[in-house]
Every structure is written in C-alpha cells, then in structure tokens.
C-alpha cells in the first residue's frame, strides 16, 4: 500500500541552526501539507501546498518556514533558525482531490 | 481558539463493548469530518469520514455520526477490542478551501482485555 514517507525520523539540532524535513507524499495525490505536535498537545496545521505554491499557512508559519517541492517527489519543510520551542513532531501528509489526507510517520525535532 | 473539541481526555472500556468517543466544533464552515488513531511516535492512521450532507457513515466496526444542529459527532467502536488502544483525533475541514484539518485535543482509549 503506498505511504508517506518522512525522514529523517529523528533530528536533533542547535538552537539557531537550520534543519531540512524532508517528506516523499504518496505519487498520485496533488495537496500537501505540514503539521505538527508539541508533546502533549494537538496536531496543528502549518501549511498547505498545491500547484507548486503556498496555499495556505497559519500563524505559526512565520518567516522562518519555508516549504519546496523540489524535484516532482520530494515535499521538504526548512526552518531558517530554530528556537527552543520548535522542538515537536512534525508530519507531512498528502491527498488527492476530495478524499482523505495520508499522513507520514513524522519527524521528531529537538532544538537544544 | 478551539474550534474542535474533545472534552474527554481518556477512556477506558471493557473488550467486547462499545467505545464511544465524542467531538465538538463551533465553526459552522465544517463540513467534513474525520476520525484519526494515532500510535506514540507513529503518524496518524485514517478511520473514517463522514461528509455534512450524511449523519451515519459506517466501515465495519466503525461508526461515525454527525449531529449538525448540536455541531457534534461521535465514534462507535463495536465491538472494541484491546487492538483499538490508541489515542483518537477528530478533525474537521471545509471542503471549499485548501482542506487544512482542524484536529481536536485527542481521547486515550484503553480497552481492557
């Protein structure tokens, strides 16, 4: 059964270093998205991607968040200088027109 | 801001009976609804939908139902089984934008063996 696969699964880096996720949606599906989840919280929307542009971002997606469909496969979520409290799981998720989102296993990051 | 809500933090029940997870939401713009289950450390798994023209959508032993006028939905597992412990999302979209989901806070299931 096709998935969404992200890696790394694990990073963890400096306060002020930028880091790449980088998320392989399932072939056929048109919508991206980022979400994440900050330990004990709920998963949030951070941005979606259609059409190779930004269809919609929330507030937490700031200056610091940027999103690539690079090359037709990849779907990568960088963040320019990380803070402390971008430390979360982050999970990509991909759809095809009107049906449901298929999320990854998601990337947990740490800021330390 | 919470437009979705699950008031029930946990839930325990007993193998063989019903679990039911409840879900609130206050934006009138919903109108797709989903319940997810999510593992620790494991992305959330699709269950099931339920589009604001149904009130029932049933798939094996899950059914969700929607209550437009009182902005709720549930999830009825029958029967549970200890395989369904997980902690259960329901989010919410509306389909005439980017279909962005709104996820509620989560419920803990536990099934008892």
């Known amino acids: 059964e096709p998935e969404v696969t992200q890696t790394p699964s694990h990073q963890v880096t400096q306060m002020g270093q930028e880091v790449i996720l980088r998320c392989v949606p399932i072939?056929?599906?048109?919508?991206f998205y980022w979400y994440r989840q900050i330990l004990g919280q709920k998963v949030e929307f951070l941005v979606s991607?259609?059409?190779?542009?930004?269809?919609?971002k929330s507030e937490i997606f700031d200056d610091q968040f940027s999103v690539e469909r690079p090359d037709g496969s990849n779907f990568t979520l960088k963040i320019r200088s990380t803070k402390l409290e971008d430390s979360a799981m982050y999970f990509c998720?991909?759809?095809?027109?009107?049906?449901?989102?298929?999320f990854g296993q998601g990337t947990r990051l740490t800021v330390v | 801001d919470q437009q979705v809500k699950q008031n029930s933090p946990s839930l325990s029940v007993q193998e063989g009976r019903i679990s039911i997870l409840n879900c609130d939401y206050t934006?009138?713009?919903?109108?797709?609804f989903l319940w997810y289950k999510k593992y620790p450390a494991e992305g959330p798994t699709f269950l099931i939908s339920?589009?604001?023209?149904?009130d029932k959508n049933e798939d094996g032993r899950f059914t969700v139902f929607l209550n437009k006028s009182a902005k709720h939905l549930s999830l009825h597992i029958v029967p549970s089984q200890p395989g369904d412990s997980a902690v259960y999302f329901c989010?919410?979209?509306?389909?005439?934008?980017?279909?962005?989901?709104?996820f509620g806070t989560g419920t803990r299931l536990k099934v008892l063996a």
């Open positions: 991607f259609y059409n190779n542009e930004i269809s919609e």
């Open positions: 989010a919410a979209s509306e389909t005439s934008g980017t279909y962005k989901y709104i």
């Open positions: 339920i589009s604001s023209i149904k």
């Open positions: 998720a991909s759809r095809r027109r009107s049906t449901e989102a298929f």
């Open positions: 072939s056929n599906h048109l919508y």
């Open positions: 934006n009138s713009m919903f109108d797709y």
